[in-house]
């Protein structure tokens, strides 16, 4: 069975850092780009950024671009999100997602957790 | 950017009846579309890849169709535990954005 548990989340004060991270298990890793999505409490959903299996591709969302970094450790089947200069308006719970790569080449969020939420306030 | 939206935004049926859900993309996103279904309190699941294909475990009453900007899920005869929100999400271009979702209610 797929499990992605995350942890990590909590309060923290505008400008302040946070790292969350998600242990995976039930498949193979290092077959899967890893993703992180988040959704403010009441809003909808925002994809946040992705990873390549092998860690060498990587793409955010423009609003955290050179704020947030995402990184993998596949020898512990983790995957993590450093989160710097943070803001009130990331404030939310963030679910890591695993990729299911279809056979036309899309790229889906077959297996999510149950997210963490962190919370940006003074 | 591509700008997702979702029609209606509530939609208010009974048990048994139809529902049909439309996204529109603001440009192609060659049939890379996905469908989410969400109830509260609960992860986003899979429903639909690649516009038309269901994901693994997902009951055939659920359908979706469309291609290049306009899509359409499509859920036969509503059980009690599908009344949640729908998401469509394009994964043709980055920065991937989700739609506004679409709640199915109990009318």
């Known amino acids: 069975e797929v499990q992605l548990v995350e942890s990590g989340g909590g309060l923290v004060q505008p400008g302040g850092s946070l790292r969350l991270s998600c242990a995976a298990s039930g498949f193979t890793f290092t077959n899967h780009w890893m993703t992180w999505v988040r959704q403010a409490p009441g809003k909808g959903l925002e994809w946040v950024a992705n990873?390549?299996?092998?860690?060498?591709?990587?793409s955010y969302l423009d609003s955290v671009k050179g704020r947030f970094t995402i990184s993998r450790d596949n020898a512990k089947n983790s995957l993590y999100l450093q989160m710097d200069s943070l803001r009130a308006e990331d404030t939310a719970r963030y679910y890591c997602v695993r990729e299911y790569h279809s056979t036309s080449g899309g790229h889906y969020g077959d297996s999510w957790g149950q997210g963490t939420l962190v919370t940006v306030s003074s | 950017e591509i700008v997702l939206t979702q029609s209606p935004a509530t939609l208010s049926l009974s048990p048994g009846e139809r529902a049909t859900l439309s996204c529109r993309a603001s440009?192609?996103?060659?049939?890379?579309l996905a469908w989410y279904q969400q109830k509260p309190g609960q992860a986003p699941r899979l429903l639909i890849y690649?516009?038309?294909n269901r994901a693994t475990g997902i009951p055939a009453r659920f359908t979706g169709s469309g291609s290049g900007t306009d899509f359409t899920l499509t859920i036969s005869s509503l059980e009690p535990e599908d009344f949640a929100v729908y998401y469509c999400h394009q994964r043709s271009m980055w920065p991937l954005p989700f739609g506004p979702g679409t709640k199915v209610d109990i009318k």
């Open positions: 990873m390549h299996p092998d860690g060498g591709v990587k």
């Open positions: 440009q192609s996103v060659n049939n890379y």
């Open positions: 690649d516009a038309s």
